[in-house]
């Protein structure tokens, strides 16, 4: 019996996204300006999604990174690197604001952007601090 071809991963609207949100806030880093302004002037309007997480990151972000420090082991935001942060925030906004988004949805999506964008060793601690960091957004262990 033959095996089916593998069929290409489709594209997912919300990954694509999450992409999007890291990369406006990634912009907004490099460029010292604040997320919404990034948001704003843009060419192409982002999706509802993009907008979501990006204004919820900024609005949200001192305590959003409170709570990623407490659980950083090792690294403070200052030293973090400016993608791993990014991608931490966008996971801890959907932790803490997004309830209809699973646990295993959020750090999984975390992990591959930061996998795709940053370091060898970044998806294990996006991964690790994540996990963390479910128990005490929403209070569940992701496991």
């Not at 843009?42 to 305590?63: K, S």
């Not at 949805?105 to 601690?125: C, M």
């Amino acid at each position: 019996m033959e095996a089916e071809p593998r069929r290409p991963k489709r594209p997912d609207r919300r990954s694509d996204a999450r992409e999007r949100a890291l990369y406006l806030l990634y912009e907004a880093e490099a460029k010292g300006i604040s997320p919404v302004d990034a948001l704003e002037v843009q060419i192409v309007e982002p999706d509802e999604l993009t907008t979501v997480l990006v204004r919820g990151v900024a609005e949200h972000r001192t305590r959003l990174g409170e709570a990623i420090a407490a659980r950083a082991t090792g690294w403070s935001l200052d030293r973090m690197p400016v993608l791993d942060l990014s991608v931490l925030l966008i996971g801890a906004y959907e932790l803490a604001e997004r309830p209809d988004v699973p646990v295993a949805v959020v750090i999984d999506e975390a992990v591959e952007l930061a996998k795709r964008f940053s370091t060898d060793n970044s998806g294990r601690y996006v991964n690790g601090v994540l996990s963390a960091l479910s128990e005490d957004l929403r209070g569940t262990d992701p496991a």
